[in-house]
């Protein structure tokens, strides 16, 4: 739709949503699917929509690890992991590293990001045309 503009739309969209997960998926927090899921979204929503939903999503993620982590009845585990993927992260960075969670002590459980992914996308569409 619209001609050349609206492929430049989508195409700055899949851009921002790629380059906005990459990181993620370099560091092994997120799946390929799930980078490549946030670009098609902003293929739809366009450059600005898609940072909003990024936002979304990310809140949402972070709603459902709580969730998985009350539910195992692991949040201690939760604070203790975060602390470490922090730190491990701040000292591979002055060494010239890349940074990594590969070497977490135990995980508290597995969170299928593209739920986040579809439920922050969807809370920000609700929000933008209620809002």
Known sequence: MDGWHGLA???????????????????????????????????????????????????????????????????????RNLKLMALGSMVRMSEGQAPSVDDLPESVGKLPYAVAIASGTLGYLIWKHVV
């Open 9 to 79: 739309f989508g195409a700055e969209g899949i851009a921002v949503g790629f380059a906005v997960l990459l990181p993620f998926y370099v560091m092994r927090m997120l799946g390929a699917g799930d980078v490549k899921l946030m670009a098609m979204v902003g293929a739809f929503l366009g450059p600005w929509g898609v940072l909003g939903a990024l936002l979304a999503t990310f809140l949402a993620g972070g709603v459902l690890a709580l969730g998985v982590a009350l539910r195992a009845k692991a949040m201690t585990r939760l604070v």
